[in-house]
Structure formats: structure tokens, C-alpha cells
């Protein structure tokens, strides 16, 4: 990372107590997408997001987290070592010496600055340092910038890891390491 990026924001692991203002500040982010399912539309889902600490109970899973300079959070991420517990979709769960990035959101009002790339990066050199092969992750139509900065960081579209939930699109990407 930049001198000037590490002046703004520290990359490390969300402690416990931080669980609550991360589920807070996915539940934001994701609701304020256009196009994608509101909380009314999707309740579960959101309760999944707000609850994002429940995820690390599973073994390899962290959240990643982007702190300011007065630790609060500006940016998540789930990091998942074992893609058994990646999500509920069998296609991903099978795939092999991967490692799994899912609810990557920064604080709407910082968008633009870094803050999801460098949480990206973060988890590609995690997985690298794990010796897996690849990472997976998941976007949507509405995650129109996420989507781009991915394609941009060379992750590729990967069309036999799509799904659809809840009717919602959902679309599989790949990073080789």
C-alpha cells in the first residue's frame, strides 16, 4: 500500500467488539445500491449482513477491515481460508486450493479513495501467501464499480460459478495466482 493510502486508512482484522459497526456499515452500503434488493426485498439477507460476525465462527473465516486514523471502520471484507464455508451455493464450496472474498463494502461517503481495492489486494496476497491457486468471488449487476475494479485487478468473469438467489443474479469471478 502507498505511504499516502497508510496515512488515511490501516488494513487488519476486525476485532469482536468492531462486528456490530461492520454489520451496520454492510447493511448501509448494500441498501443503498440502485438495484439491488432492498431489506424489505431480502430480510435474511440483510440479517446476514448485519450479523456478519456470526461468519467467523466457521474455521479460516475473518473479516478484514479498513480503519481511519480513529479506528472507525471504513471499509469490510469476509476472507474465507476453506470454501466449504464460503456460502450456501455447492458450486463454490467445491472449488479446490481457492480462497473466497465476499462482502467487500466501504462507507458510501468514502467510495472512490482506495479503500475496496486495497481490501482486495489485501485478501489476493493472503490467499497467495496460503499457497492457493485462485480466488473466488461473487458480484452483482447492481455492484457496478465493485464489478469494474475487479475486472480492472484481473479477476475474470467465470460463468460455471454463477448462481441465481433469491432471484437475484449472481455472478462468479476468478483470480489465478
Same mark, same amino acid.
Given at each position: 500500500?502507498?505511504? #499516502?493510502?497508510?496515512?488515511?486508512?490501516?488494513?487488519?482484522?476486525?476485532?469482536?467488539?468492531?462486528? $456490530?459497526?461492520?454489520?451496520? &456499515?454492510?447493511?448501509?452500503?448494500?441498501?443503498?445500491?440502485?438495484?439491488?434488493? *432492498? $431489506?424489505?426485498?431480502?430480510?435474511?439477507?440483510? #440479517? =446476514?449482513?448485519?450479523?456478519?460476525?456470526?461468519?467467523?465462527?466457521? $474455521?479460516?473465516?475473518?473479516?478484514?477491515?479498513?480503519?481511519?486514523?480513529?479506528?472507525? =471502520?471504513?471499509?469490510?471484507?469476509?476472507?474465507?481460508?476453506?470454501?466449504?464455508?464460503?456460502?450456501?451455493?455447492?458450486? *463454490? =464450496?467445491? +472449488?479446490?486450493?481457492?480462497?473466497? &472474498?465476499?462482502?467487500?463494502?466501504?462507507? $458510501? +461517503?468514502?467510495?472512490?479513495?482506495? =479503500?475496496?481495492?486495497?481490501?482486495?489486494?489485501?485478501?489476493i496476497e493472503k490467499a497467495r501467501r496460503q499457497g #492457493?491457486?485462485?480466488?473466488?468471488?461473487?458480484?452483482?449487476?447492481?455492484? #457496478?464499480?465493485?464489478?469494474?475494479?475487479? +475486472?480492472?485487478?484481473?479477476?475474470?468473469p467465470s460463468a460455471e460459478i454463477?448462481?441465481?438467489?433469491?432471484?437475484?443474479?449472481?455472478?462468479?469471478?476468478?483470480? &489465478?495466482?
Amino acid at each position: 500500500m502507498e505511504n #499516502k493510502l497508510l496515512e488515511f486508512f490501516t488494513l487488519r482484522n476486525a476485532q469482536p467488539a468492531e462486528y $456490530p459497526a461492520v454489520g451496520q &456499515l454492510l447493511v448501509r452500503a448494500y441498501s443503498q445500491l440502485e438495484g439491488f434488493p *432492498s $431489506p424489505t426485498e431480502q430480510p435474511d439477507y440483510y #440479517k =446476514i449482513l448485519a450479523n456478519v460476525g456470526e461468519l467467523t465462527k466457521a $474455521p479460516g473465516t475473518e473479516i478484514l477491515v479498513a480503519v481511519g486514523t480513529d479506528e472507525a =471502520i471504513l471499509g469490510c471484507m469476509v476472507y474465507y481460508t476453506n470454501m466449504q464455508y464460503y456460502g450456501p451455493h455447492e458450486i *463454490s =464450496i467445491q +472449488e479446490e486450493d481457492a480462497a473466497g &472474498l465476499r462482502l467487500l463494502a466501504v462507507n $458510501p +461517503e468514502l467510495q472512490g479513495k482506495g =479503500i475496496g481495492k486495497q481490501l482486495t489486494l489485501a485478501g489476493i496476497e493472503k490467499a497467495r501467501r496460503q499457497g #492457493k491457486r485462485q480466488v473466488i468471488l461473487h458480484s452483482t449487476t447492481a455492484m #457496478k464499480t465493485a464489478r469494474a475494479m475487479y +475486472e480492472k485487478l484481473g479477476f475474470t468473469p467465470s460463468a460455471e460459478i454463477d448462481f441465481v438467489q433469491s432471484g437475484l443474479e449472481v455472478y462468479g469471478f476468478r483470480y &489465478l495466482l
